[in-house]
């Protein structure tokens, strides 16, 4: 098939999908540091995780040397509703930049949620109702986990609490009605339903809230009734695995035609669509078998990899959650409200923070003015409007394209456009008003957060 002329989507058949998730891990030399327990600081053993998680996600979570993981049945007729998701070859992008690069996308904006995170959702619904829970609780911020969640769960029967960060649920009022048509209850954080929520806003009243804030009430929430666990959308290693279809996908796709990237591209905020997209790529790397360029890119208005720290750190702002090693701007760290693309997790997985620290990928920021830029640019020629955290690898795929239009190289870039951005519409109505300001925190701001980071010695 080498030669035959690349179609502008590249589809699987149901039965070459994956029937198994990739585990990077079982192919780290050296792997991601445990996860901590707050109070003894030493590694959060199955059982103390199996309070707050279930129990096969905790499985998963500890798993490092198991490379393939079987996806059940149910949860692989679930995905056939919506996968396997086009690779598509931006023909149209490419001639109007007039580069000589081959540049492709793995489009995962196909289903309700408008983004990746129903792969990770129905993964975590089906293991929470295989265990006989009643429901589970978990936070979201710009609204896509929390409508993954609920369409997982109502598929399932199960119950979903969602606490949505305040500032989002002020702004995005459809996204919540979304969530309520599945049928999840959603309530702004901070609220004055959980213990952690009335002291932040004792502590800050008028907060418009964050990621770290919801995440705590969410597990004081789930720990404090009987028969909930709590469920998260990014960041945990079980998250990465279950985004792991994305990359086998991507990587049976160019297989089929002979295609090998050069550089491969994905937002991060959590790390869960770069980890996936990556994963068989990184394992190839991993194993000394193929090399490729990998680029991370985050918003300059929270830059974690590029100006983060790698140290132990508090995965919430409320302290009760499990102290994760990963590239962080600390647990306090709330980007300025004029950021618009969400990733703005204070942290990082800690996969990729280990993969970064190890130098086997890269990592850039980009401004917001420039994302917006590349996300229209993008929509004008490919027909899908991108959503602002998507637009990031929009971003630096167009990037590494005008410079191969500079030097001519016929490079092949892949990048992951994870979703839709019809939600973020008051974001692009700021661009195209020529109202959108870009945020950089000084070197003082981050010192700021930094100074809070728990004094871990290992
Ligand atoms: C949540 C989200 C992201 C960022 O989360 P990661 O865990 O870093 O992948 C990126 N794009 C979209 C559309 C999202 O919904």
Same mark, same amino acid.
């Given at each position: 098939?080498?030669?035959?002329?690349?179609?502008?989507?590249?589809?699987?058949?149901e039965?070459?999908m994956?029937?198994?998730?990739?585990?990077?891990r079982a192919?780290?030399?050296k792997k991601?540091?445990?996860?901590?327990?707050?109070?003894?600081?030493?590694?959060?053993?199955?059982?103390?995780?199996?309070? +707050?998680?279930?129990?096969e996600?905790?499985?998963?979570?500890?798993?490092?040397?198991?490379?393939?993981?079987?996806?059940?049945?149910?949860i692989?007729?679930?995905?056939?509703?919506?996968?396997?998701?086009?690779?598509?070859?931006?023909?149209?992008?490419?001639e109007?930049?007039?580069?000589?690069?081959?540049?492709?996308y793995?489009?995962?904006?196909?289903?309700t949620?408008?983004?990746?995170?129903?792969?990770?959702?129905?993964?975590?619904?089906?293991?929470?109702?295989?265990?006989?829970?009643?429901?589970?609780t978990?936070?979201?911020?710009?609204?896509?986990?929390?409508?993954a969640?609920?369409?997982?769960c109502?598929?399932?029967?199960?119950?979903?609490?969602?606490?949505?960060?305040?500032?989002?649920?002020?702004?995005?009022?459809?996204?919540r009605?979304?969530m309520?048509?599945y049928?999840a209850?959603?309530?702004?954080?901070?609220?004055d339903?959980t213990?952690?929520?009335?002291?932040?806003?004792?502590?800050?009243?008028g907060?418009t809230?964050?990621?770290?804030?919801?995440?705590?009430?969410?597990?004081? +929430?789930?720990?404090?009734?009987?028969?909930?666990?709590?469920?998260?959308?990014s +960041?945990?290693?079980?998250?990465?695995?279950?985004?792991?279809v994305?990359?086998?996908?991507?990587?049976?796709?160019?297989?089929?035609?002979?295609?090998?990237?050069?550089?491969?591209?994905?937002?991060?905020?959590?790390?869960?669509?770069l980890?996936?997209?990556?994963?068989?790529? %990184?394992?190839?790397?991993?194993?000394?078998?193929?090399?490729?360029?990998?680029?991370?890119?985050?918003?300059?208005?929270?830059?974690?990899?590029?100006?983060g720290?790698?140290?132990?750190?508090?995965?919430?702002?409320?302290m009760?959650c499990p102290?994760?090693?990963?590239y962080?701007?600390?647990?306090?760290?709330?980007?300025s409200?004029?950021h618009?693309?969400?990733?703005?997790?204070?942290g990082?997985?800690?996969?990729?923070?280990?993969?970064?620290?190890?130098?086997?990928?890269?990592?850039?920021?980009?401004?917001?003015?420039?994302?917006?830029?590349?996300?229209e640019q993008?929509?004008r020629?490919?027909?899908?409007?991108?959503?602002?955290?998507?637009?990031?690898a929009?971003?630096?795929?167009?990037n590494?394209?005008?410079?191969c239009k500079?030097?001519?190289?016929?490079?092949?870039?892949?990048f992951?456009?994870?979703?839709?951005g019809?939600?973020d %519409?008051?974001?692009?109505?700021?661009?195209?008003?020529g109202e959108?300001?870009?945020?950089?925190?000084?070197?003082?701001d981050?010192?700021a957060?930094?100074?809070?980071?728990?004094?871990?010695?290992?």
């Open positions: 098939m080498k030669n035959e002329k690349i179609p502008y989507k590249i589809y699987l058949e039965s070459e994956p029937k198994s998730w990739y585990n990077m192919d780290m030399k991601p540091a445990p996860l901590l327990n707050p109070g003894t600081l030493k590694p959060m053993t199955a059982a103390e995780l199996g309070a +707050v998680f279930c129990d996600l905790v499985a998963q979570e500890l798993d490092d040397t198991t490379p393939f993981i079987e996806i059940p049945e149910e692989r007729n679930f995905y056939k509703m919506y996968r396997p998701s086009p690779l598509v070859r931006a023909y149209c992008l490419e109007k930049l007039g580069t000589p690069a081959k540049i492709y793995k489009f995962e904006g196909n289903n949620s408008g983004s990746h995170k129903l792969n990770s959702a129905i993964a975590q619904a089906y293991y929470a109702k295989k265990q006989g829970l009643k429901g589970v978990t936070e979201t911020g710009a609204g896509q986990w929390g409508t969640l609920s369409m997982a109502s598929y399932f029967g199960l119950d979903c609490k969602v606490f949505m960060v305040k500032c989002s649920y002020e702004q995005k009022p459809f996204r009605e979304v309520r048509t049928g209850a959603v309530t702004p954080s901070p609220s339903t213990n952690i929520g009335k002291k932040i806003l004792a502590e800050h009243p907060t809230g964050s990621l770290g804030c919801a995440i705590s009430e969410a597990v004081e +929430v789930a720990v404090g009734s009987e028969g909930y666990r709590y469920v998260l959308g +960041v945990l290693n079980q998250v990465l695995l279950h985004q792991s994305i990359g086998l996908e991507t990587k049976a796709a160019l297989d089929k035609y002979g295609i090998k990237p050069d550089i491969i591209i994905g937002c991060a905020g959590g790390g869960s669509n980890g996936g997209l990556i994963a068989p790529f %990184m394992g190839e790397k991993l194993r000394g078998e193929a090399d490729y360029r990998i680029i991370a890119v985050e918003p300059a208005s929270c830059p974690s990899l590029t100006r720290v790698y140290a132990y750190d508090f995965c919430d702002t409320g009760v102290l994760a090693k990963m962080t701007l600390g647990s306090d760290f709330i980007p409200p004029n618009a693309g969400g990733l703005r997790y204070h990082m997985s800690s996969t990729l923070s280990e993969l970064y620290d190890q130098k086997l990928m890269e990592a850039t920021s980009v401004l917001q003015t420039e994302v917006f830029e590349a996300a993008f929509a020629v490919e027909g899908i409007l991108p959503a602002p955290e998507s637009s990031h929009i971003r630096v795929a167009i590494e394209a005008l410079k500079e030097t001519g190289e016929e490079k092949t870039i892949v992951g456009l994870t979703g839709t019809y939600f %519409m008051v974001a692009y109505e700021k661009f195209h008003n959108m300001s870009d945020y950089i925190p000084t070197d003082e981050l010192a957060a930094r100074a809070k980071l728990p004094a871990v010695d290992l």
